[in-house]
């Protein structure tokens, strides 16, 4: 029983470093960067650099928990924490090896401030739709971590080693 705790407060270690630091990049940083450089270009090129460490770290986190309920023996497609684990990886791939690319791509054929473009530009529109699905993804994978996250406190907690 003691082991089992042990794997549970690492993936609670796991994914609370991941989520929190998600989470302050989403609440904080991001935003920060677009109000206080001085182009929206400049920010997004900031942002840009930096959402991979995010997505690659939850794609990290995500096969840690897998890896750790599998050493638990409780890894499966019943087991809420290695599924939460599957959608982080999954969430967090699609971001960065789908998405991300796409946006690259529009953004080179946009050659300029995306702001500069209408509003009924098609690499406008297509840009806003990507951006709008790396947000959804991105949320998808810090939802799937925050339940892993309940679901490995719940078992690290002193009442389940009783």
């Known amino acids: 029983m003691a082991a089992r705790s042990t794997l549970s407060l690492v993936q609670l270690v796991l994914l609370a470093l991941w989520l929190g630091g998600a989470s302050f990049f989403a609440a904080a940083v991001a935003p920060v960067l677009f109000a206080s450089l001085p182009s929206r270009t400049l920010a997004g090129a900031v942002v840009g650099r930096l959402l991979p460490v995010v997505f690659v770290a939850g794609i990290a986190a995500g096969a840690a928990v897998i890896v750790l ?3 638990a023996g409780r890894a499966g497609p019943r087991d809420l924490r290695a599924v939460c684990g599957g959608v982080l990886i999954a969430a967090c791939a699609v ?4 998405i991300a690319p796409r ?7 946009i050659a300029g401030p995306i702001e500069a473009l209408a509003t009924t530009d098609a690499r406008r529109l ?3 739709r990507l951006h709008g699905l790396s947000v959804a993804w991105l949320g998808v994978g810090m939802l799937a971590a925050a339940v892993a996250l309940a679901a490995a406190w719940r078992s690290a907690g002193p009442s389940a080693n009783q």
């Not at 971001?95 to 789908?98: E, F, I, S, Y």
């Not at 946006?103 to 054929?109: C, T, W």
């Open 69 to 71: 309920q599998a050493v």
């Open 95 to 98: 971001a960065q090896l789908v």
């Open 103 to 109: 946006l690259e791509r529009v953004r080179a054929e």
């Open 126 to 128: 297509a840009f806003g």
